[in-house]
């Protein structure tokens, strides 16, 4: 494939706050639950059942509170950190780091079409509110005192987890809809150990990859016995023997929640923005190329290559596009990467990020040399 671009430094097209919210928004998406703990015994289900069984979850009401913690390997991110402790390239920088590198804490709350959740800072927090029945939601940022509203156009409607520009953090329910979604003949199902989480009894839905060229070794749900929701959610490198990414409720409960945790107005001393989310807005991610387009990823969106585990997302030019980076900016970006054929590479224990010299980027849970052949239309 023939792709035609003028020949830019990799460095000065995507500035280290870009390249690390990639990895944290490729690392959710292949994101899928802790191995639960306590053993207990419930009825048997084989794979499908167990399947059927979460697929058919009907929960319309809870709340609990998840935790998250991150550790993919990333080298020492220490150079991004100003001398007084605050975020050197962005506060969005900041909140890719912390979700790659830190632990979370979050507050979740769901009644029918309505949800919240509530991102737990040290000194701050963030609150997503969905009404998917008024057609609106809130992305509310205490740091910053911004509450930003959006509404879905006519005939839409803002859909979960939308919106959540930088929430950073999904629940096991969010990452199992994801699995379900893409199963297929390249995944190696079984049923793991029964056992507890947040007190509750679990199955253990456990998801191999068949295709070795992912770097994802498996991903394992934690499967409420009663509903079918999911509790925790892990993933697991391939060859590594801890988790690099899991998330799971401490406490949960299927009652309603007070109905005034799921509304909000705009708090005196905030800025509010309003923006209209059309269908292109929340479909974030274009069809697959067909070989025959020598423009890559158009302005808006994102494209991918292939499908499943192995799948390669392209990065549209408009969003690699940092002619204001600094040149500190730059230069951590460089430390962090390795000379790689045809560019350089970005790597972590579950994501890649190929920066080729043409100035295209690609990630994808595979290896570096998997992106360099998508790179160069192999």
């Known amino acids: 494939m023939d792709r035609r671009h003028p020949r830019r430094s990799p460095a000065r097209r995507l500035s280290i706050s870009g390249a690390l919210i990639l990895v944290a928004a490729v690392t959710a998406a292949v994101v899928i639950p802790t191995a639960a703990g306590a053993q207990v015994d419930l009825p048997d289900k084989t794979p499908a059942a167990l399947l059927e069984f979460a697929a058919a979850s009907d929960v319309t009401a809870m709340m609990g509170t998840i935790e998250q913690t991150s550790d993919l390997g990333l080298p020492d991110l220490s150079s991004l950190m100003d001398s007084s402790g605050g975020a050197y390239s962005s506060a969005r920088a900041s909140d890719a780091i912390d979700v790659l590198t830190g632990s979370h804490t979050a507050k979740v709350y769901l009644d029918g079409d309505k949800s919240r959740l509530q991102v737990l800072d040290r000194l701050a927090e963030r609150d997503v509110y969905v009404d998917r029945a008024a057609g609106e939601g809130w992305f509310v940022d205490s740091e910053t005192k911004t509450a930003t509203h959006y509404m879905a156009a006519a005939g839409g409607e803002v859909g979960s987890p939308e919106p959540r520009p930088d929430a950073t953090v999904e629940t096991p329910q969010q990452m199992l809809d994801h699995a379900l979604a893409k199963l297929g003949d390249s995944t190696e199902i079984s049923v793991g150990t029964d056992g507890r989480v947040a007190g509750r ?149 579950l994501v890649t990020v190929y920066f080729a010299d043409d100035g295209r980027v690609f990630a994808g849970a595979v290896s570096a040399d998997h992106l360099a052949h998508v790179a160069a239309g192999d």
């Open 201 to 349: 009894a679990v199955y253990e839905l456990v998801l191999e990859p068949k295709d070795a060229a992912s770097l994802v070794g498996e991903v394992r749900f934690a499967i409420d016995g009663e509903t079918g929701a999911a509790l925790a959610a892990s993933v697991t490198a391939r060859g590594a023997d801890q988790p690099a990414f899991d998330v799971a409720f401490t406490d949960v409960s299927f009652a309603a929640p007070d109905p005034a945790t799921l509304a909000y107005a705009p708090a005196s001393g905030y800025t509010v923005e309003n923006k209209t989310l059309s269908g292109s807005d929340r479909d974030h991610v274009a069809a697959p190329d067909d070989g025959q387009s020598d423009t890559g990823a158009d302005a808006a969106h994102p494209i991918v290559h292939g499908e499943g585990w192995t799948a390669v997302v392209e990065l549209p030019q408009a969003d690699t596009n940092t002619s204001g980076a600094s040149g500190r900016d730059a230069a951590t970006l460089e430390s962090l990467t390795r000379p790689a054929a045809g560019g350089r590479v970005l790597e972590t224990a």
